[in-house]
């Protein structure tokens, strides 16, 4: 019979699942194994995610307003549409990825993400901004959860939280990046006779359009098709996955009546208020960071603006990580 509790045997003695005895080493160069070709992946992609959801903060300081003509609510018009399509796309993505192959899925929504956020450096009016931050929001929405639930095929409940936590400071370092990306970016300004936003936001956009192309062959689908795993890891895999409380072949596909329960679920909408809230916060943040660091100091040039912004989501990262562990 399983047992659950870990810590009073020594670190070569193994847990027994069934007849088979999983071995504790073993298992901790595994999960080092998955870290190493899993996480960085994912946390990149969150990274450009976020860089190209809140670039429009940086790009607002190098002539946007003024080429776009956007007067009075519209630059915040601009920002708040992408988060209708952004919310509207998350389930559905959700739904597509446990149908569909999560590497090709992911592959999918990352590339055109990509194409999108690149070809708003060359919008000519407000309306192009309206329909590109509106398209970006509809396939960019369905990263993060799809993230959460492709990182549940290959880790166990108590090692989820640390990497969770990875994706939330791949944001905090997202934002950091943001503002050094455009502080030299913006030296830009002129060049081939562009603006320095337009060329934020196309430099900002393709390294998100060669990755999705990538993750077609990065991400496995799942163990038992992931390349770098041996036939012993995809083994202890399953032993993994059995010795988890109401783990079956069966819990790891989509049934409609889950879907059911969670939209009756109350805890899941009261989760849902909850990150309305922390999200209005962080993404309010994000966007106007550098537009309240002009605030702060009129003075400061555009660049030094950007520079300034990196200390407060260097802060924002080292927090997340110490309270994910």
């Not at 601009?78 to 389930?91: C, M, Q």
């Not at 913006?186 to 999705?212: H, K, N, S, Y």
Request: charged share 15%.
């Amino acid at each position: 019979m399983a047992r659950n509790n870990f810590s009073s045997m020594g670190p070569t003695k193994g847990l027994e699942v069934g007849d088979v005895e999983i071995d504790y080493v073993a298992e901790r160069k595994l999960v080092r194994k998955l870290d190493i070709h899993i996480i960085p992946v994912v946390m990149l992609l969150y990274l450009l995610s976020f860089l190209d959801r809140v670039n429009i903060g940086n790009a607002r300081l190098y002539g946007m307003e003024q080429d776009l003509n956007l007067y009075g609510n519209r630059y915040q018009t601009a920002v708040s549409l992408l988060f209708v399509t952004y919310i509207l796309s998350e389930l559905p993505s959700n739904l597509l990825l446990k149908k569909c192959r999560p590497s090709r899925w992911i592959a999918f929504i990352t590339t055109s993400w990509g194409i999108i956020a690149t070809l708003t450096g060359i919008t000519r009016s407000y309306g192009g901004l309206i329909a590109c931050r509106l398209f970006l929001g509809l396939v960019e929405g369905g990263l993060f959860p799809g993230m959460a639930i492709y990182l549940t095929f290959f880790y166990t409940k108590r090692e989820l939280a640390l990497r969770i936590g990875y994706l939330f400071v791949s944001a905090a370092l997202a934002g950091a990046c943001g503002g050094l990306l455009a502080y030299g970016i913006g030296f830009m300004d002129g060049v081939a006779g562009q603006r320095g936003w337009r060329w934020i936001m196309i430099l900002e956009g393709l390294p998100t359009f060669c990755l999705g192309i990538a993750c077609w062959w990065l991400l496995a689908d799942d163990p038992e098709t992931a390349y770098y795993l041996t036939a012993e890891e995809k083994a202890l895999m399953l032993l993994r996955r059995a010795r988890q409380t109401g783990q079956t072949a069966s819990a790891q596909r989509f049934h409609w009546a889950d879907f059911r329960a969670a939209l009756a679920d109350w805890k899941m909408w009261a989760f849902c208020f909850a990150q309305f809230g922390a999200d209005t916060m962080l993404y309010g943040y994000s966007t106007f960071l550098p537009t309240i660091i002009r605030g702060i100091g009129p003075q400061y040039s555009s660049a030094i603006v950007q520079v300034l912004t990196i200390p407060c989501y260097a802060l924002g990262a080292i927090s997340y990580i110490v309270a994910a562990r």
